[in-house]
């Protein structure tokens, strides 16, 4: 990794840091291209990923210091270019907890819900600022908070450049935990740990098939459970995690029947 972000393996654990103190870690297109370079060839070994920022900011959005002028045509395949890396962070296979504190602004919020798991301190502030900058979202905000907040409230914080704390972001689905002041790290990992002794294979479908069974007619959706089930429940995970029920132990996952 170069000075953009650092990277820590712990066993089958990383941490992805973005690491721009500096800019409160602003999202330029040379870190982006950095967290799409990780997730597209992860250590073999890693099976969750925790993902943060330093220096008390986890990411304060687009960096308009940085900002190109682009003509229609530019700025629609640049925005494309972002959700296509949002969506490998979301769909990659491997699940992503997020270590937040200070700014989660506009990009920010776009990255942070692309992962799975979100874990806030209390200086977390959620902010879509882009309606006070003359410019709208283009990272996949619409659709990703869009569907946590709803349109209607979406609206209004844009419209408004509201700023949520931890605990309204809590409550409203931009955050699932919130924890101590410098614990969002630790309690991460502790979430990676848990989701890492998970069979692989259920994570990896839990990951792919809910998010799009949510955009499916509810006959599809059942039909598509059913596949999951199918898939899963007949592997040999699903094998030693009944045998490991049934003799009062934890399962093994990854053995070779």
């Known amino acids: 990794m170069t000075s953009l972000t650092t990277l820590e393996i712990d066993g089958d654990i990383a941490v992805l840091t973005m690491n ?11 870190l982006l291209a950095e967290i799409e370079a990780f997730f597209r060839n992860p250590p073999p070994a890693v099976k969750v990923v925790v993902l943060t920022g330093t220096a008390g900011h986890y990411c304060s959005g687009l960096d308009l210091s940085e900002h190109v002028a682009r003509d229609a045509e530019g700025t629609m395949r640049h925005s494309r270019n972002w959700q296509a890396i949002m969506d490998y962070i979301q769909y990659g296979g491997l699940p992503v907890v997020s270590a937040m504190f200070g700014a989660v602004i506009g990009g920010g919020l776009e990255l942070a819900t692309s992962t799975h798991v979100r874990v806030a301190e209390p200086s977390t502030i959620f902010q879509l600022p882009e309606g006070r900058r003359g410019i709208f979202v283009g990272g996949g905000a619409s659709v990703r908070v869009g569907r946590i907040l709803g349109a209607d409230r979406m609206v209004e914080m844009m419209l408004t450049g509201r700023k949520y704390s931890a ?91």
Not at 214 to 229: H, I, P, Q, R, V
């Open 20 to 30: 721009r103190p500096d800019k409160r870690n602003a999202m330029s297109d040379a």
């Open 167 to 257: 605990d309204e972001g809590l409550a409203l689905g931009l955050a699932h935990y919130v924890v101590g002041e410098g614990e969002s790290l630790e309690y991460a990992k502790t979430l990676a740990r848990k989701i890492a002794s998970n069979a692989p294979l259920s994570n990896y479908i839990m990951i792919q098939a809910l998010n799009r069974i949510e955009d499916m007619a509810k006959a599809d959706g059942l039909f598509t459970e059913s596949l999951c089930a199918a898939i899963t429940q007949t592997s040999p995970d699903a094998v030693e995690g009944l045998a490991a029920f049934l003799q009062k132990r934890k399962p093994t996952f990854g053995l070779k029947s």
